[in-house]
C-alpha cells in the first residue's frame, strides 16, 4: 500500500470512528425523548382502550431500550472503552444479545400491529378474539420468549477478544472486542441466518403482506369507509382509517431503513471475501446500522405525518405546556 493509500485508508477509519462517535450522542436523546412523548401520548383519552394503545406503547419502549443499548455498545467499541467490561464477560454479552433481542422483538410488535391493524379494518367476528386484553398480553409474552430461545445461544457463546496491534516499531495498541467464538458451529452457520430471518426476512414478508391487504381494503371501500364514518361512529371510524394508514407508513419505513443492513448481512453470508477487513465495507456497515436505529426513533414523527388525532393531542399537550409556563412566569 503506497503512501497515499495508506493516507486515505487511515482518512476513512477516522471517519468510521467518528460516526460511531457522534451518533449515539445525537440519537440517545433525540430517540429517547421521542418515544417517551409517543408512549405519553397514547395514554390520552383518545386512546383509551385500545390494542393500538398497548401495542405502540410496547414499540417505543421497545425501540428506545434497543436504541440506547445499541448506541452505548457502538461507544464503547469506537473508544475502545470496551474493555472496561473485562472485569466480567457478563457486559459484553448483556450488550450485544439484548441488542440481537430488543431489535427483532421490535420488528415483530410491527407485524402484531399491522395484523392488528387488518382485523380492524376486515371487522370479522371470527377474528375478535384477537382484538381481546388476554390476547395482546400473551401473544406479546409469548412472542418475547421465542425470540429470547431463539437469542440465548448467542448469550452463551458471546466473548471479550483481545487484539494487539502495531502502530508502528515503538507503538502498540490493545483493541478489545466483544464477538461470538468463532469455533462454534452456531456462529459459523445460525447466528446471522436467524438474525437475518428473525429481524429482517420474515417481519418483512409479513409486512408486506399485511401492508397490500390493508391498502387493498382501504382503496377498495373507501367510499363505504367514510359513509360510515359519517353516520353511527365517525369518531371511530375515523380513529381506524387514520390508525391503518399510520401502521402502513411506519411498516414502510421500517422496509426502507432496514434493508441496507440486511443487503450487508446477505452479502457477508453469501461472499467468500472478509469484508470486515474492508474499511469501505465497515463505513456501509456503520451507515446502515445508523439507519436501523433512526428507525427505532421514528415511532413520533410517523404518527405526526398520518395520525391526526395523534397530531392533535400532541399540539394540545405542547401547547398547554407553554401556556402553563407563561402563566407561572407571569
Given at each position: 500500500m503506497?503512501?497515499?493509500?495508506?493516507?486515505?485508508?487511515e482518512?476513512?477509519?477516522?471517519?468510521?470512528?467518528?460516526l460511531?462517535?457522534?451518533?449515539?450522542?445525537?440519537?440517545?436523546p433525540?430517540g429517547?425523548?421521542?418515544?417517551?412523548?409517543?408512549?405519553f401520548?397514547?395514554?390520552?383519552?383518545p386512546?383509551?382502550?385500545?390494542?393500538?394503545r398497548?401495542?405502540?406503547?410496547?414499540l417505543?419502549i421497545?425501540?428506545?431500550?434497543a436504541?440506547?443499548?445499541?448506541?452505548?455498545k457502538?461507544?464503547?467499541m469506537?473508544?475502545?472503552?470496551?474493555?472496561?467490561?473485562?472485569?466480567?464477560?457478563?457486559?459484553?454479552k448483556?450488550?450485544?444479545?439484548s441488542v440481537?433481542?430488543l431489535?427483532?422483538?421490535?420488528?415483530?410488535?410491527?407485524?402484531?400491529?399491522?395484523?392488528?391493524?387488518l382485523?380492524?379494518?376486515?371487522?370479522?367476528?371470527s377474528f375478535?378474539f384477537?382484538?381481546t386484553k388476554k390476547?395482546?398480553y400473551?401473544?406479546?409474552?409469548?412472542?418475547?420468549f421465542v425470540?429470547?430461545?431463539?437469542?440465548y445461544?448467542s448469550?452463551?457463546y458471546?466473548?471479550?477478544t483481545?487484539?494487539q496491534?502495531?502502530?508502528?516499531n515503538?507503538?502498540?495498541?490493545?483493541y478489545?472486542?466483544?464477538e461470538?467464538?468463532?469455533?462454534?458451529?452456531?456462529t459459523n452457520?445460525?447466528?446471522?441466518?436467524?438474525?437475518?430471518l428473525m429481524?429482517?426476512?420474515l417481519?418483512?414478508?409479513?409486512?408486506?403482506?399485511?401492508?397490500?391487504l390493508?391498502?387493498?381494503?382501504i382503496?377498495?371501500?373507501?367510499?363505504?369507509f367514510r359513509?360510515?364514518?359519517?353516520?353511527?361512529?365517525?369518531k371511530?371510524?375515523k380513529?381506524?382509517?387514520?390508525?391503518a394508514?399510520?401502521?402502513?407508513?411506519?411498516?414502510f419505513?421500517f422496509?426502507?431503513?432496514n434493508?441496507?443492513?440486511?443487503?450487508i448481512q446477505i452479502?457477508?453470508?453469501?461472499g467468500?471475501?472478509?469484508?470486515?477487513l474492508?474499511?469501505?465495507?465497515n463505513?456501509?456497515?456503520?451507515?446502515?446500522?445508523i439507519?436501523t436505529?433512526?428507525?427505532?426513533s421514528?415511532?413520533?414523527?410517523i404518527?405526526l405525518?398520518f395520525?391526526?388525532?395523534?397530531?392533535?393531542?400532541?399540539?394540545?399537550?405542547?401547547?398547554s405546556?407553554?401556556?402553563?409556563?407563561?402563566?407561572?412566569s407571569s
Amino acid at each position: 500500500m503506497d503512501q497515499e493509500a495508506a493516507k486515505a485508508h487511515e482518512q476513512l477509519e477516522n471517519f468510521d470512528r467518528i460516526l460511531n462517535l457522534v451518533f449515539p450522542l445525537v440519537l440517545i436523546p433525540f430517540g429517547s425523548i421521542s418515544n417517551i412523548i409517543t408512549v405519553f401520548i397514547y395514554q390520552q383519552k383518545p386512546f383509551k382502550n385500545t390494542s393500538i394503545r398497548f401495542y405502540y406503547s410496547i414499540l417505543a419502549i421497545t425501540d428506545t431500550l434497543a436504541l440506547v443499548i445499541g448506541s452505548v455498545k457502538f461507544f464503547l467499541m469506537a473508544t475502545n472503552l470496551i474493555g472496561i467490561l473485562t472485569f466480567s464477560s457478563l457486559g459484553c454479552k448483556f450488550f450485544i444479545t439484548s441488542v440481537y433481542i430488543l431489535s427483532e422483538y421490535s420488528a415483530w410488535v410491527l407485524v402484531i400491529t399491522s395484523i392488528d391493524r387488518l382485523i380492524s379494518i376486515l371487522n370479522y367476528p371470527s377474528f375478535i378474539f384477537l382484538k381481546t386484553k388476554k390476547f395482546r398480553y400473551s401473544s406479546s409474552l409469548i412472542l418475547f420468549f421465542v425470540i429470547f430461545l431463539f437469542n440465548y445461544p448467542s448469550f452463551i457463546y458471546l466473548q471479550i477478544t483481545i487484539e494487539q496491534v502495531n502502530i508502528n516499531n515503538r507503538t502498540k495498541e490493545i483493541y478489545y472486542t466483544c464477538e461470538l467464538d468463532s469455533e462454534s458451529y452456531y456462529t459459523n452457520e445460525l447466528r446471522d441466518f436467524i438474525d437475518l430471518l428473525m429481524f429482517a426476512l420474515l417481519p418483512f414478508l409479513f409486512m408486506i403482506i399485511a401492508n397490500g391487504l390493508i391498502s387493498y381494503k382501504i382503496i377498495k371501500s373507501k367510499n363505504k369507509f367514510r359513509r360510515k364514518a359519517s353516520l353511527a361512529q365517525p369518531k371511530k371510524r375515523k380513529k381506524e382509517y387514520q390508525l391503518a394508514i399510520t401502521i402502513i407508513g411506519m411498516n414502510f419505513l421500517f422496509l426502507i431503513l432496514n434493508l441496507p443492513i440486511c443487503v450487508i448481512q446477505i452479502m457477508r453470508n453469501l461472499g467468500e471475501t472478509d469484508y470486515s477487513l474492508d474499511v469501505n465495507y465497515n463505513i456501509a456497515y456503520t451507515i446502515a446500522n445508523i439507519l436501523t436505529y433512526i428507525n427505532f426513533s421514528s415511532s413520533l414523527y410517523i404518527n405526526l405525518l398520518f395520525n391526526h388525532i395523534f397530531k392533535s393531542r400532541f399540539k394540545h399537550i405542547i401547547f398547554s405546556f407553554f401556556l402553563n409556563n407563561q402563566e407561572s412566569s407571569s
